[in-house]
DNA sequence: TGTTATGTTGCCAT
DNA sequence: TATGGCAACATAAC
């Protein structure tokens, strides 16, 4: 038995985030959170965590710069989420791995692994949980809130991430084309697992260099990483853990992955039935077709 | 009981 | 500047 088991009988979740958070699910939480936080007033914030989690900010100082402010709005960019309040700063949440975000009122229990809770007005707390603790809550100034949005890459559901925008990031690029994705500088919000289903979908090997793609390929893998990204959000945000996870919870992604995950229990490409393979690229397990994802660009038979 | 893997990012060395 | 490796941390799974 899974010991999330508490999340799920806690009545007062409205929204509950055991997956990894990528642009999907990132967004999945930031479109449950805005209509029940938005116009309230934050009392405070407590907790008892560790240093980094604010920056190595004390909590009470924090605490006494957020209180009266009212949230304006919820955004995202990548996998940040920014609390716009009425002072003009921000609040920046990023989840990293394992970090969580649960609506709770005041006087329910602590989530596992709970770090810190932001009091609102009407008795309600927004609790933050992290097992790991990469997990960042940082209270930042309108001018770092701009340096912070000019490093991170395009939206790739946005318009202006076009299949010429791509080519434009990719060209001139030594590293694996797999690493290139993974870069937040470049495109926004592409994390491990929809990473391996885009190249799969476009049939691109996770090891090709960026610059050595062609235009077609290039093509095919922006169409690709736009899909996968939008079936995801369609779905939920829903990813590979919840998959797995033993309490029966399960969001209706794990039935659109590809590649993830099945390349471990030797299922077949559902492309061309050969087995999946598993790679190391950039210290991330990879999973991809040994058939459909070649290590060399394609060539028309007769070439 | 130990060892290994885990979905992210930032820092550091080259 | 580009690139690649690894630490940060705690737990589950083997």
Request: hydrophobic share 35%; aromatic share 6%; with cysteine.
């Amino acid at each position: 038995m899974r010991s999330s088991l508490v999340y799920h009988t806690n009545p007062y979740d409205v929204k509950v985030k055991r997956d990894m958070p990528e642009l999907p699910e990132v967004e999945t939480l930031r479109r449950s959170l805005r209509p029940a936080i938005v116009g309230r007033t934050i009392v405070g914030i407590r907790g008892e965590t560790f240093p980094d989690v604010m920056g190595g900010e004390l909590i009470d100082e924090v605490s006494r710069r957020l209180a009266g402010n009212q949230i304006e709005d919820l955004t995202r960019r990548g996998k940040y989420l920014f609390f716009l309040l009425s002072d003009g700063s921000s609040l920046l949440i990023h989840l990293r791995m394992t970090g969580r975000l649960i609506l709770a009122p005041r006087d329910a229990p602590p989530i596992r692994f709970e770090h810190l809770a932001l009091e609102l007005d009407g008795e309600l707390d927004l609790r933050f949980g992290d097992q790991r603790k990469f997990g960042r809550v940082l209270h930042i100034l309108p001018a770092d809130v701009m340096a912070l949005r000019r490093r991170i890459g395009v939206e790739p559901l946005t318009a202006r991430f076009s299949a010429r925008r791509l080519e434009t990031l990719l060209t001139g690029r030594n590293s694996k084309i797999k690493s290139i994705l993974l870069d937040q500088r470049l495109i926004a919000g592409l994390g491990n697992i929809y990473v391996d289903e885009a190249l799969h979908l476009a049939a691109i090997h996770p090891e090709r260099r960026a610059g050595a793609l062609s235009q077609l390929e290039i093509s095919r893998l922006h169409r690709a990483i736009r899909r996968v990204l939008r079936e995801g959000l369609r779905n939920r945000g829903t990813s590979f853990s919840s998959f797995e996870d033993a309490n029966g919870e399960r969001g209706r992604n794990q039935h659109q992955l590809r590649v993830y995950g099945r390349a471990r229990k030797n299922l077949p490409c559902l492309r061309c039935g050969h087995p999946l393979s598993l790679l190391v690229v950039g210290g991330r397990t990879t999973h991809y077709c040994p058939t459909c994802q070649l290590p060399h660009a394609y060539t028309e038979p007769g070439n």
